[in-house]
């Protein structure tokens, strides 16, 4: 098996099979509400009602439970900006392997709080002026231990990749004419493109990224991995790599229809809309595909469309502005 | 049609199949840290996520879509702490009739202005001063309207039965020993302990009500409908009836296991417990049966336990009461 490969058909398969007993089979929500305010049948995949609060859960499982143990004894290193590490964190003690989760200083203190209560060990980092990638790579050379990156592993695409495809199972035969996915490295992207492939569908696949951390769009438009200018500095903590990540990108390349931003004050609005509407707990980056919904709705006037909610470990303070706004700029409220 | 009999095992399945397509099949969650906390098995029964936000959709489509139209034309009328109103008002425009809804003039704002904004029109009375139910029947004295009461009618409990019906499917063999039901005038307790006997389960059926405003628990010790002290006074807006319904107990004091309370203070608790570890919204009378296994994890551990949870429409200021709670003394946090 060659972990830079793209995964196949039957890697997806593979991947609900093994997650079958394991994952939530998260529901897939309508809002009336929404679908007043759109024109639109909209379909919400609430992958923060997942274990561990995010659809990495998939991904990290689907990776640690086909490892090689003789190979790794040592068991399992992360970099994370918070979920994958709280997701590798917990499926590490469920099948009884060691973990050590590299994350950056600035996240949110609950992410590292449940990390640790996991039973992880835990290295920080400052964001501005360290590479998780070197001190990940590091550790694992100090010890056999496997990296696992948050998106650049076929066992890992493929576990996002679930993500899309049971939510397709679940529409039936209203196959959506838009999925809108929140983008950081790329990995639930371009699992999505290969979901929607797998089964032959012609949806379209957007990438919604934080604003000025748009290095998808701008990849897109140049075909070759750009950067993003700073390395923190939205509210979408979940989605700041600092460029997409190798693998994903050589699947979204050819397959997104585009890509989305949306701003943090986008986000808070559609946190609120999450609480008000559809009574969720969201978090800014795991609703910012939302945000991208409601910052034009029309978008998907009279079409179909399924809107990945990826994450729901927000820290109060931010949920707290969102409660805060005003109601009546909101727009949906009558 | 009697509305005032005790809806049959017959009743519930209409009842499921007249709400197969248009309420949502709320999921069922369970949570890691809740499992660690008591030690048992429990699901979440989540009809927060239902239409309108409240599992009060139930039973207002099943009595409306029902309603005889021909001596109606004047539509329907309901008195309502909220919830009920706003199922009302939304069935009602479903159906295309008319509604009134008389509501309390402290129901939160939100509430309110959902219902107007379903179209209906809304009469505001003094919860303190003024019966709800007498200005119901003068508005259907004048006028060829139905009153549509929040618990006491045949239809309105069984289509409130289809929250456990449904729930004791999704759980499948794990049959709950203990089921742990919200209660205001306990309709929604009624019909939890009917759809329990439709299917010859043997699951314990707890109620559970608000610190002040015990009325069940009393009753059930009497005998007879006790009358709450105070009609006003709690932060679980939607339990504040004034004493147990009068069908809803007929069919409660026989079957109910006995009734619990919990005070405002364990319900912000379990509100934020629901944001941090269920990334779900909840309102405090829609959580307060997980407060009630908060506040004493010993009574399912070794068991199964099936909480319904059965509202989430919360004023942003009491959410915010529930996110400025200090992490430490809740006793979950790792």
């Not at 980092?125 to 650049?152: H, L, T």
């Not at 050589?250 to 809309?273: E, P, Q």
């Not at 939302?290 to 909610?309: E, F, S, W």
């Amino acid at each position: 098996m060659n972990p830079f490969s793209i995964p196949t058909a039957e890697d997806i398969l593979d991947a609900r099979r093994a997650l079958a007993d394991v994952a939530v089979e998260t529901p897939l929500l309508r809002s009336d509400a929404l679908d007043r305010l759109t024109g639109g049948s909209v379909f919400l995949k609430c992958e923060n009602l997942q274990r561990t609060g995010a659809f990495k859960f998939r991904g990290a499982y689907n990776c640690l439970s086909r490892l090689d143990r003789a190979a790794y004894p040592g068991g399992v290193v992360a970099y994370s900006t918070g979920n994958h590490g709280q997701a590798i964190a917990m499926v590490a003690r469920m099948l009884g392997l060691s973990a050590t989760i590299v994350m950056p200083q600035d996240a949110p203190a609950v992410k590292i709080a449940k990390a640790r209560a996991a039973g992880a060990q835990i290295v920080l980092y400052d964001r501005n002026r360290q590479s998780r990638e070197e001190i990940a790579a590091e550790i694992a050379a100090r010890a056999p231990v496997a990296v696992i990156p948050p998106g650049d592993h076929r066992h890992i695409i493929a576990g996002q990749a679930t993500v899309t495809a049971e939510s397709l199972q679940q529409i039936g035969a209203q196959v959506p004419h838009a999925i809108l996915v929140p983008c950081g490295g790329g990995g639930l992207s371009a699992g999505t493109c290969l979901a929607v492939e797998a089964v032959g569908a012609r949806s379209e696949v957007w990438a919604v990224e934080p604003e000025g951390f748009d290095d998808t769009r701008r990849s897109l438009a140049s075909g070759t991995r750009e950067v993003n200018a700073a390395l923190s500095g939205s509210l979408c903590d979940a989605l700041l790599a600092p460029l997409p990540a190798e693998l994903p990108f050589s699947i979204n390349r050819s397959r997104l229809a585009g890509a989305l931003t949306a701003s943090d004050a986008d986000v808070l609005r559609a946190i609120r809309f999450a609480y008000e509407e559809l009574r969720l707990v969201t978090e800014p980056g795991g609703i910012i595909a939302l945000a991208a919904v409601l910052n034009d709705p029309a978008r998907v006037r009279g079409k179909t469309a399924l809107v990945i909610v990826s994450g729901g470990n927000v820290d109060p303070g931010v949920f707290k502005a969102a409660l805060d706004l005003d109601l009546a700029p909101l727009g949906w409220a009558a």
